[in-house]
């Protein structure tokens, strides 16, 4: 959001948006005036992400569409601003979806694209992260730590196994170095003045109910699979969540949240 440059009155479309996250947070740091639509494929976040719209009386700045990121049913020229936030490396065709963003920015029009990724290893942040990760892995083998989303994705593997899924599409799975490959596709898509960052955090969360929301809220394949499991299915892998959640607060353990997200940006050039 600091980085995208949302004017004034400005029109911002979010690329697999969820249950609105980036929207929500967006008014609250740019106040009345803004407007923003939120796309994405998954009809029960969609309707959260209404609902809460809704409550919030935020109707007349928030749109919620099910509509597929590499098939974009707007104009040409239609928004000031695009952001995604951990969705590009979902989509079967992302070199397909950037062309449609930079179709529908005005030029001018700034896009902000977030993939997760660890720090630089030698940087300070992959210094901080290593020694976070040593303490992670004492706390672990005394059964005093819980990491999101790691945890509930491996739940999900126990309770909810699905053969024929695919979770990442293949260009995630055999590319290094997100930063570097998104940072080439914008380029490719016809951004200029690209521009990349790191950011990381790292959250004690305090109450399992919190850090099953958490998890999921920001984990595709427990959000997909839990929308397709059965009630039995549902009841036994939050008992088993919540047992867990509740032996490791007992031992004054942690529930951990921690991630990394490499940030390219780039603007739609200025029409000639």
Not at 15 to 43: K, Q
């Amino acid at each position: 959001l600091q980085m995208v440059d949302i004017p004034a009155n400005g029109a911002v479309l979010d690329v697999g948006t969820g249950t609105g996250v980036i929207p929500f947070a967006g008014l609250e740091t740019c106040g009345p005036g803004v407007r923003f639509v939120g796309i994405d494929l998954s009809e029960g976040m969609l309707a959260k992400a209404g609902q809460l719209a809704g409550d919030k009386g935020l109707r007349s700045q928030l749109e919620f569409l099910k509509m597929d990121a590499e098939n974009l049913d707007f104009e040409d020229d239609s928004f000031d601003a695009a952001i995604s936030l951990y969705a590009l490396h979902h989509f079967p065709n992302p070199s397909r979806a950037l062309s449609e963003i930079i179709r529908v920015l005005k030029p001018g029009g700034k896009a902000v694209i977030a993939v997760g990724s660890s720090p630089t290893l030698l940087s300070i942040a992959g210094v901080r992260a290593a020694f976070r990760k040593l303490g992670s892995m004492w706390r672990i083998t005394r059964g005093r730590e819980l990491s999101a989303c790691g945890f509930i994705d491996a739940l999900v593997e126990k309770h909810l196994p699905r053969d024929d899924e695919r979770s990442v599409t293949q260009w995630v799975e055999h590319r290094q170095g997100f930063s570097g490959s998104v940072k080439d596709m914008l380029g490719a898509a016809g951004f200029e003045n690209l521009a990349s960052a790191w950011k990381g955090q790292y959250s004690t969360i305090t109450s399992a109910d919190d850090f099953w929301l958490l998890q999921v809220t920001f984990s595709s394949t427990a959000r997909r699979r839990i929308q397709q499991a059965d009630e039995g299915e549902l009841s036994r892998l939050k008992d088993d969540f919540y047992r867990q959640c509740e032996t490791v607060l007992k031992k004054n353990g942690r529930l951990v949240y921690q991630t990394g997200a490499a940030i390219v940006s780039g603007r739609k050039p200025l029409a000639s």
